[in-house]
C-alpha cells in the first residue's frame, strides 16, 4: 500500500509518500513547497487572496507527485494559519474544487499529539524524559514525555510568520530587537515555563528550524539528508545561532545548509530555541526529520 501525507503548513506544504506493508515502512519520496500562508494576514486571522493562490499551486504540484507515484490514500492535514483563519471553510473549499484533494484542519492539540507519535515513529521508545519542540510558521509545539508516555503537551501560537509580521526586524537584527523577540516570548511561554522543570531533560528538535540547524553544521544542501535522528552538541547550536542571528539577509542566502524558504524565518526561531535552552537547562539536543507527517505515518501502521 502507498500513502501520501500532505502537511499544509503556514510556511511550507510538505509532502511525504510511504510504501507500507503490515507494521514496515519505506519512505519513497519527500517533498515541499513554500506557501507562506501567513504573509499579510496571519495576525488579522486571514487567508489572503494571494495564500489561496500559493495554495493551490502546491497542492496541484503535489498532486502530480502523488499520481505519479500511483499512491492508494492520501491525507491531507491543515495547521496553524487555515485553524485560525476566519475564511477558513472558504479557503478549505477552494482547494477541494480546485485541486480536488480534501483537507483536514486539525487542531493544536492534535498537531502535538501527531508530532510526537511522528518522533516515536523516528526513536521506537522514548524511554528518557524528553521535549519534544517543533518550530513552525504559526505555532509551536512542545511535548514533555516520560517512560514513553506524554506527561505534557500544548501548542503556542507563537509561531515564526506571526514574529516577523508583527515585530519588523532590522537587516541585521539589533540587540534591542533581540531582547525586544525574546521578552514576547518568554512572555508567551509562560505556559511552558510552569509546566516543564528545568533539567533532567533531552531536547528533541523536529523538522522546520532544526533542519535547517542540522544542515548548517553538516554543510550539506537542504533535503539531500535524511536524518531519522542526529545529536546536535550544545557548542555546534551556539556557534550557528551566534552566525546566524549577527547575520544579513544576504550573508545568510549564502550559506552552506541554509534552505531559502527559511531566510527569514530562522533568526527568530533560533533566539527561541537558545531561550528555551537557558531556561529549562538543557544539555542535550537531538534533531529529528520525522513530525507531523510521520505521526500519520505512525497512526496509520500501528492504529
Known amino acids: 500500500m502507498k500513502l501520501a501525507v500532505i502537511d499544509l503548513g503556514t510556511n511550507t506544504c510538505n509532502l511525504l509518500i510511504a510504501k507500507v506493508k503490515d507494521k514496515n515502512y519505506q519512505l519513497i519520496y519527500q517533498g515541499k513547497v513554500g506557501v507562506k500562508l501567513g504573509k499579510g494576514g496571519i495576525n488579522k486571522q486571514l487567508l489572503t487572496p494571494e495564500a489561496f493562490v500559493r495554495a493551490t ?23 496553524s494559519a487555515v ?28 498537531e502535538a499529539q501527531l508530532i510526537f507519535e511522528g518522533v516515536k ?8 524524559q524528553s521535549l519534544i519542540m517543533d518550530i513552525g ?8 514525555t516520560n517512560n514513553d508516555q506524554i506527561v505534557w503537551k500544548e501548542s503556542f501560537p507563537l509561531g515564526m510568520a506571526r514574529i516577523i509580521e508583527q515585530i519588523p526586524l532590522s537587516d541585521p537584527i539589533t540587540t534591542d530587537e533581540i531582547s525586544t523577540v525574546e521578552k514576547y516570548f518568554d512572555q ?25 540547524i542540522a544542515d548548517l553544521i553538516d554543510q550539506t544542501s537542504p533535503g539531500t539528508k535524511i536524518r531519522q535522528q542526529q545529536a546536535i552538541s550544545l557548542n555546534d547550536f551556539n556557534r550557528i ?10 550573508q545568510r542566502e549564502q550559506m552552506k545548509g541554509m534552505d531559502p524558504l527559511r531566510v527569514e524565518m530562522i533568526v527568530p526561531a533560533l533566539i527561541f530555541i537558545r531561550l528555551v535552552i537557558e531556561k529549562l537547562e538543557i544539555e542535550k539536543i537531538t534533531q ?16
Do not use: M
Open 83 to 110: 485553524r485560525d483563519a476566519a475564511n477558513r471553510k472558504e479557503f478549505e473549499t477552494h482547494l477541494l474544487r480546485e485541486t480536488t484533494i480534501k483537507l483536514v484542519t486539525i487542531s493544536g492539540d492534535q
Open 57 to 79: 499551486n502546491a497542492l496541484n504540484e503535489h498532486r502530480q507527485t502523488i499520481e505519479k507515484y500511483e499512491v492508494d490514500k492520501v491525507f491531507a492535514i491543515a495547521t
Open 188 to 212: 508567551g511561554l509562560e505556559l511552558l515555563w510552569r509546566n516543564v522543570q528545568p533539567g533532567k531533560l533531552q531536547l528533541i528538535g523536529c523538522s522546520g528550524a532544526f533542519d535547517t
Open 241 to 250: 545561532a551566534d552566525q546566524v542571528i549577527f547575520s544579513t539577509k544576504e
Open 137 to 144: 510558521g504559526g505555532s509551536n509545539e512542545f511535548i514533555e
Open 288 to 303: 529529528t526529520d520525522f513530525a507531523l507527517r510521520e505521526g500519520i505515518l505512525y497512526k496509520w501502521i500501528y492504529d
Open 121 to 128: 515513529l523516528a526513536f521506537g521508545k522514548l524511554e528518557k
